[in-house]
């Protein structure tokens, strides 16, 4: 529970802030987007992409994951976040999971015996 905690913290001072100065976003919008983010990225991401594969390609996966969700919540709600600051909100979500599963593995020991 405290790796997703830390994920939804850290994907949530990218999001957030990027929402509420790019669109016309509010803040519990913005939250409310950032903390489904994080459990669906949590789970896609983390418990299926990650072991099976490799950081970067999760980091990928994220990147993708984060472009399509903020473009069609976005294009849903009326935020008017252009494709370009999408771009850029993924961007900075996929340099902060590239660092969070470098620190995944550490006291993660399913991980450790499959790598074993």
Same mark, same amino acid.
């Given at each position: 529970?405290?790796? @997703?905690?830390?994920?939804?913290?850290?994907?949530?001072? #990218?999001?957030?802030?990027?929402?509420?100065? @790019?669109?016309? *976003?509010?803040?519990?919008? &913005?939250?409310? !987007?950032?903390?489904?983010?994080? *459990?669906? +990225?949590? @789970?896609?991401? $983390? /418990? *299926? #992409?990650?072991? !099976?594969?490799?950081?970067?390609?999760?980091? #990928? &996966?994220?990147?993708? %994951?984060?472009?399509?969700?903020?473009?069609?919540?976005?294009?849903?709600? @009326?935020?008017?976040?252009?494709?370009?600051?999408?771009?850029?909100? +993924?961007?900075? *979500?996929?340099?902060?999971? =590239? %660092?969070?599963?470098?620190? =995944?593995?550490?006291? $993660?020991? /399913? /991980? /450790?015996? !499959?790598? +074993?």
């Amino acid at each position: 529970m405290g790796k @997703f905690l830390l994920k939804a913290l850290l994907n949530g001072v #990218i999001v957030v802030p990027l929402l509420l100065w @790019f669109g016309t *976003v509010t803040f519990w919008e &913005a939250v409310a !987007a950032a903390v489904v983010l994080s *459990v669906i +990225a949590y @789970f896609l991401g $983390d /418990r *299926v #992409i990650l072991p !099976a594969t490799n950081n970067l390609t999760a980091t #990928i &996966a994220d990147f993708g %994951l984060t472009f399509v969700y903020v473009w069609a919540v976005g294009s849903f709600l @009326f935020w008017n976040v252009s494709l370009g600051e999408t771009f850029w909100i +993924a961007l900075g *979500v996929a340099a902060v999971e =590239l %660092l969070f599963h470098t620190m =995944l593995p550490q006291g $993660d020991n /399913r /991980r /450790r015996k !499959a790598s +074993a």
